[in-house]
């Protein structure tokens, strides 16, 4: 992909140019999104500007930017950019100051960047075509307002090193009292005898978009009991199934955590129902 959007403008990524003064640059000031979108359908558009403007507003950037204006951003990368199957990532820091200063400045414009990224076909409800996750698991060390979809994302980094280091796909994070959190870049739950289990939403885990959609679908259908409450990492470890969500893996089936296997070891039943629910309903959003 080669064609990007930046403060209005379109250009070949290679011309596109910010100021080292940038804040997003000096301090990671900003807050992003990634949308997929499949043969230029956009999945999940609205709940991800929603939540992009809710970040904003967490850190107190201005942006005024309507939905209309960033579903024509990203149409118009995803025309641009040839089609297909293709993130879109959407990026605001809070602008370029004259000089290097903690406090946030006032009047200036914020940068606006985006770009569009191929990504894998769609996942499909079939455990020979599921890609299954191994894992490794660790204590969440990053800081204390993971809720916000922040572009300093040094400690979700290195998080992701250390599992990927080991030779594994993700890390499943859980706090002092040994509670799971979530992935480094992902959403995680269990299944136990049918249920599926996830934790509630507090300033330990992303409000993630594919979490909120799955919810929903589950919710809607019925035929898949759903709770979100505390899971301790005793219940991880003795689960019939861990998934991991987000708007690139939409639902990934973990078959092995901590070098053991994850119930029988291989992509179980109530994935297969979940992802079959998922596919169906994702356009809906």
């Not at 301090?27 to 999940?44: A, M, N, R, T």
């Not at 960033?70 to 990532?89: H, P, S, T």
Request: net charge negative; hydrophobic share 40%; charged share 25%.
């Amino acid at each position: 992909m080669s064609i990007v959007y930046l403060n209005g403008d379109y250009m070949p990524m290679e011309e596109a140019k910010i100021s080292p003064m940038d804040r997003g640059f000096l301090f990671g000031d900003g807050i992003y999104e990634v949308i997929p979108s499949y043969d230029g359908k956009l999945v999940g558009f609205g709940p991800h500007i929603d939540r992009m403007n809710e970040g904003m507003g967490f850190i107190d950037i201005k942006l005024d930017y309507s939905h209309d204006q960033w579903r024509e951003v990203c149409e118009a990368l995803i025309e641009k950019n040839g089609g297909g199957n293709l993130g879109i990532y959407l990026h605001v820091s809070r602008g370029a100051d004259s000089k290097r200063f903690h406090a946030y400045p006032a009047d200036i414009q914020p940068t606006v960047y985006a770009f569009a990224f191929e990504i894998p076909a769609a996942p499909v409800a079939d455990k020979a075509k599921a890609k299954a996750y191994k894992v490794s698991s660790t204590e969440d060390l990053r800081w204390k307002r993971c809720n916000i979809k922040s572009t300093a994302l040094l400690g979700n980094v290195m998080h992701f090193q250390q599992g990927f280091a080991s030779g594994n796909n993700e890390i499943i994070l859980y706090n002092a009292n040994g509670e799971m959190t979530e992935g480094s870049a992902c959403n995680a739950y269990i299944v136990k005898d049918g249920v599926v289990i996830t934790p509630p939403l507090d300033n330990q885990i992303l409000p993630g978009i594919t979490r909120l959609m799955l919810l929903d679908i589950l919710a809607k259908d019925g035929s898949i009991k759903v709770e979100e409450r505390t899971v301790t990492m005793e219940e991880v470890r003795n689960a019939d199934e861990i998934w991991l969500t987000s708007s690139s893996k939409e639902i990934a089936p973990v078959v092995e955590l901590d070098g053991k296997p994850v119930g029988t070891g291989e992509v179980g039943d109530v994935w297969v129902a979940a992802q079959t629910l998922y596919s169906a309903g994702k356009h809906n959003y």
